[in-house]
T-cell receptor, first 116, second 111 residues
């Protein structure tokens, strides 16, 4: 059983640019969520996808967008990058619609994005 | 407005002793709680969870206690081992998608 894999591991971008981060869900999982973890903070929910549709969104602007593909892999796109977007971006999958106490999220190792 | 708070940024414990990590929450709608452990350069790893209808859940060396009236939960690790040294995140969920995380507590277990 393969876990959640994310690419790339690290990325450096310039303010104003666009970035795409990728995630492969754990085998058998059909829900994917994205979280942003700034330095010294806990992960913050960006959005969740189920069956290729966004079915929940946190307090992030529209320049954060996503896609989920039929094979349950996913992308996070961020347009017009700002310095405050520098963070660790975590992808998580679960085997049902979202998370519950008996079906917790499984996280990948994240993509470290630095915006200069 | 932080709905999940971990007020201790760090904790040091001797190997073999008990580690107690605390978490407070403000949202009464949370119906389950989880603890995740995170090593540097890795993603958070699920440790243990508890439903709001329970007050205790145990898994090996790890026990989570929930006090709903106080809106407080704690994670007990007994006995603590050097490999337990990591950042521990408390998380809470209401319904089936968003998890709300605390800022984490860095546990150091001293051999």
């Amino acid at each position: 059983e393969t876990g959640v894999t994310q690419s790339p591991t690290h990325l450096i971008k310039t303010r104003g640019q666009q970035v795409t981060l990728r995630c492969s869900s754990q085998s058998g999982h059909n829900t994917v969520s994205w979280y942003q973890q700034a330095l010294g903070q806990g992960p913050q929910f960006i959005f969740q996808y189920y069956r290729e549709e966004e079915n929940g969104r946190g307090n992030f602007p529209p320049r954060f967008s996503g896609l989920q593909f039929p094979n349950y892999s996913s992308e996070l796109n961020v347009n017009a990058l700002e310095l405050d977007d520098s963070a660790l971006y975590l992808c998580a999958s679960s085997g049902r619609t979202g998370s519950s106490y008996n079906s917790p999220l499984h996280f990948g190792n994240g993509t470290r994005l630095t915006v200069t | 407005d932080q709905q999940v708070k971990q007020n201790s940024p760090s904790l040091s414990v001797q190997e073999g002793r008990i580690s107690i990590l605390n978490c407070d929450y403000t949202n009464s709608m949370f119906d389950y709680f989880l603890w995740y452990k995170k090593y540097p350069a890795e993603g958070p790893t699920f440790l243990i969870s508890i439903s709001s209808i329970k007050d205790k859940n145990e898994d090996g060396r790890f026990t989570v206690f929930l006090n709903k009236s106080a809106k407080h939960l704690s994670l007990h690790i007994v006995p603590s081992q050097p490999g337990d040294s990591a950042v521990y995140f408390c998380a809470a969920g209401a319904g089936s998608y968003q998890l709300t995380f605390g800022k984490g507590t860095k546990l150091s277990v001293i051999p």
